[in-house]
């Protein structure tokens, strides 16, 4: 059965129950929402110490090697089946 929820007036929502569970989202993590192909979205739960991690290293990234670096990360989760 899909899970439904509603969009606030502050464009905010609740996670339904099953899908917090399926994507082991915790209190804290990011959300992120990935294009497919077809236009559709898969969403993925981020915990906030590898967020942290991501922008540690970033800041010590030229801007031109942060690019590099986001496209490898985009590239492998792809490659991953995520």
Not at 63 to 77: I, K, Q, T, V, Y
């Amino acid at each position: 059965m899909p899970a439904v929820t509603k969009i606030t007036a502050k464009y905010q929502i609740t996670v339904p129950r099953e899908v917090r569970k399926a994507l082991k989202a915790k209190v804290g993590d990011l959300l992120v929402f990935v294009e497919q192909a077809d236009g559709s979205f898969r969403v993925h739960a981020i915990p906030p110490r590898l967020t942290h991690a991501l922008r540690l290293a970033g800041s010590h990234l030229s801007p031109d090697d942060f690019r590099r670096l986001h496209r490898e990360f985009e590239e492998g989760w792809k490659d991953e089946g995520r």
